[in-house]
């Protein structure tokens, strides 16, 4: 079987919209906002930012383009300078959290939604732009939708267009999907561009393997990976595509395809990955560049691709040469679970406008068919029409901060593309109010614009404002970076089904924790930081250790990013400065109690712990906790997350003393939100 991979396909000027060109550089010349849709894959993301640099519209400032995803951003980028034929980072470059790869001569910039938002914050009227394209709306991310309400808010409105700008900023939104006329609306009836579409016939099938009774089970790892090999044993050449739900899942479906081959370990090399004419290659956001830019290359000759992806591939990236799609059915998303008042990232049915996004990704360049493992019955009873926005699904605690320190007072009547609903504001505003951040009146403090500069999640830029006050950031700082990245301890028993091997790695992992002395996950993720930085051969001792060396690389750059943030607070004025008088040892608990005083449990009998908090949540430790077993030892833990299956779990866990957030815990119950909110009701 051989992957007939056309010319075409790789060469720009076949794409649909080279031939709009002339319109489309037009139709940004004379409108202030403008609506760009059209199918996934025509070009809109690669092409347009260059069609404008072309037609002058660098001269005024740079053309900024947002994604919602960070791989996106990096992968884009990187297509656009080898067509520009420039290094990346010189006139095309990137920026996402913790990584920028922009300089002086950046002319076209691609950056995550995020980044965007932050930009906004020290210059509200971007003037280092001449053009902003909003991309991928449909996707309707959280700090997509904010961006939408504050660009209309700063930039309609003719008196402050020029305000700080030697000309007017251009708007661009683009969208793949329909819903133009409302963003059209939204943006003063504005025109929409459309992008005549080219979309073959996909031919869809239902399977039998998950039913509406199936909406927890994970047994659709396997059976996209039956499905994958039968298409491969069966159908004719075509490179196929895997959606699946997140980087757990993806690289057990890899080992599983991998198993006929000699044990590839690709987390430590990337070697060969071809097995039995396949070519195998995962994709999820935290994957490392060098990986990423392996999916857009053609396989050798004779031989098919296999891309197991993540949500990413339905619409953000576009992979030639894909023939057949095998759906899972379901999602990795961010829920707001009411039952335990948190944020949860949780495995659901997607809608159905996902599952035809999924599907037309077979049809780009000719017929295509789509695999379904979903029953029709689980299409119809558990999978919404459409995707609820995450703006009405997540917390708002940090773009509400956000927001608050852009001046936007009124969060409730802020011009939402989609409204939130008024509780989900109310819960952030509480929220905001418990760590300091904003006072009784709902005003920002001084507090709260120092949590603003940091990208964090605001209970762990709490403890770490506290621990700098004291002194003793360079404990606090490492732990901020390890949260911040996944998947640091290596679970073989997980990928792999090697009991054995688990059993070695879970004695490595305890061993690093009794190390610290003090029994905790947190501790443990700092000694685990501080043992492997101060390592001679830092990457074998993460093989050694079973650690992600990986991603234990990029903690150590985000904490230096993090400290250089800090530095640059602690230069200004009016940082504050306390004094301790307790215990040395208990120092970094103390801090994290700060910010961590929100999720406080205490065991109430044998193996059960209650949360603090007004939802009393009944919790259980993790497995995965260095403190799994020891619950009867337990009284008063505070915790960074929580998995929800069946039950309700915390990981990442730490014994306290109740003594140490006495006076923090009354916070969670006496707020009137109302009153946090007088100023939007004024
Ligand atoms: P749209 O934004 O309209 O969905 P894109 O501009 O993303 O379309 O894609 C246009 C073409 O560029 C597609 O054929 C896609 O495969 C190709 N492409 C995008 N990124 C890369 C990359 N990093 N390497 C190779 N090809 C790429
Ligand atoms: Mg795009």
């Known amino acids: 079987k051989s992957t007939r991979w056309s010319v075409e396909e790789n060469n720009p000027e076949h794409l649909p919209i080279c031939q709009h060109k002339d319109e489309l550089v037009q139709a940004v010349k004379t409108s202030p906002f403008l609506v760009v849709t059209g199918e996934t894959g025509s070009g809109k993301t690669t092409q347009l930012p260059q069609y404008l640099c072309e037609a002058g519209f660098c001269k005024d400032g740079k053309i900024g383009i947002t ?119 939204f943006f003063s009836d504005c025109p ?33 990976v039956k499905v994958a090999l039968d298409i491969h044993g069966s159908e004719p050449a075509g490179d196929i595509l895997v959606f699946l739900t997140g980087q757990t899942e993806i690289e057990r479906a890899c080992d599983l395809l991998f198993e006929k081959a000699e044990c590839i370990d690709y987390r430590f090399d990337v070697q060969d990955q071809t097995v039995d004419g396949i070519l195998i290659l995962p994709l999820y956001g935290s994957m490392p560049t060098d990986q990423q830019r392996q999916i857009f290359q053609p396989p050798p000759p004779g031989i098919r691709k296999c891309v197991v992806a993540t949500n990413i591939a339905a619409t953000s990236l576009t992979i030639n040469g894909i023939k057949y799609i095998v759906d899972s059915g379901f999602v990795k998303q961010l829920n707001h679970n009411s039952r335990v008042g948190m944020d949860i990232l949780e ?72 409204c939130p609903e008024e509780r989900f504001i109310l819960e952030a505003l509480k929220q905001l109010y418990q760590y300091d951040a904003i006072d009784r009146r709902g005003k920002v403090t001084h507090l709260g614009e120092l949590m603003v500069e940091f990208p964090l999640h605001p209970s762990l830029t709490r403890a770490v404002l506290k621990a700098a006050a004291l002194g003793c950031q360079d404990l606090l700082l490492p732990l901020a970076a390890m949260l911040s990245v996944e998947n640091i301890f290596i679970r073989p028993g997980l990928l792999f089904s090697q009991p054995e091997k688990q059993k070695e790695a879970d004695e490595k992992h305890s061993a690093l924790a009794a190390k610290t002395g003090s029994m905790n996950d947190f501790a443990r993720l700092l000694s685990v930081f501080q043992l492997c930085k101060s390592s001679d051969r830092p990457s074998a001792w993460c093989k050694e250790n079973w650690i992600h060396w990986r991603a234990l690389k990029s903690a150590f750059s985000i904490e230096t990013q993090l400290r250089e943030i800090l530095l640059r607070l602690q230069q200004k004025k009016d940082f504050p400065v306390e004094t301790f008088d307790g215990n040395k040892s208990e120092l970094f608990r103390r801090c994290l109690c700060t910010g961590y005083f929100t999720n406080v449990a205490r065991r109430s009998i044998g193996k059960v712990f209650c949360t603090m908090d007004s939802h009393g949540s009944m919790v259980h430790i993790h497995p995965s906790s260095s403190l799994f077993d020891q619950e009867a030892e337990l009284n008063w833990v505070i915790f960074h997350d929580v998995l929800v299956t069946s039950r309700v779990y915390i990981r990442t866990v730490c014994p306290i003393r109740y003594e140490w957030v006495k006076d923090l815990l009354p916070k969670l119950h006496e707020v009137d939100v109302y009153e946090l909110s007088s100023v939007a009701r004024e």
């Open 347 to 418: 495995v659901v049915p997607i809608s159905q406008s996902e599952a035809q996004q999924r599907a037309g990704r077979a049809g780009r360049t000719s017929i295509g068919k789509c695999f379904r493992i979903y029953n029709k019955e689980f299409w119809e009873k558990c999978m919404p029409e459409y995707t609820i926005p995450e703006i009405q699904r997540t917390s708002l605690t940090a773009v509400i901060l956000t927001l608050k320190c852009l001046g936007v007072h009124d969060v409730i009547r802020f011009p939402y593309l989609d």
């Open 192 to 224: 929409v561009f459309t992008i005549p579409g080219r979309l073959f016939p996909v031919c869809c099938s239902f399977g039998s393997a998950v039913g509406p009774k199936d909406t927890e089970s994970i047994g659709y790892v396997k059976e996209v």
């Open 67 to 185: 994604q919602p995803r960070r791989v996106a951003a990096i992968t884009v980028a990187q297509r656009v300078a080898q067509e520009m034929q420039c290094t990346l980072g010189k006139e095309v470059g990137y920026q996402v959290r913790f990584d920028d790869c922009t300089s002086q001569d950046t002319l076209v910039k691609y950056m995550t939604d995020g980044c965007l938002l932050r930009e906004i914050l020290s210059d509200s009227s971007l003037s280092q732009y001449s053009v902003v394209i909003l991309d991928e709306v449909h996707e309707r991310s959280l700090n997509t939708d904010i961006l939408l309400g504050l660009i209309k808010k700063i930039f309609s409105g003719s008196s402050k267009i020029t305000r700080g700008r030697s000309s007017p900023l251009k708007v661009v939104v683009m969208s793949a999907t329909l819903e133009t006329d409302k963003l059209s609306a």
